[in-house]
């Protein structure tokens, strides 16, 4: 049974979130694309899948926060803005 990467059971007609990245936008006078690449790689290949959208079909987010070890074991917060 197809499941999703955190085991639940998906079907058609599910809603679905997937995380991309902006590649490339195309502006036009009446309506823009973009280039979008999938920030999951595809097991077990590891290949990434791209995908091209109208942008009034994206909604862009704040970078998710990651936790680096400063070596005491306490962490720091930082994002991918950060690099």
Known sequence: MPHDK?????QAG???IVRCKVKEVQPGEEYC?????????????GSVS???LNTKQCEKVDATP????QGDGAGA????LDA
């Open 14 to 16: 599910d809603e679905v």
């Open 33 to 45: 694309n973009a280039t979008l690449e999938a920030v999951e790689t595809m097991p077990p290949s």
């Open 77 to 80: 917060e930082s994002t991918a």
């Open 66 to 69: 990651a936790v680096s070890d």
């Open 6 to 10: 955190n085991g639940q059971v998906i």
């Open 50 to 52: 791209t995908i091209v």
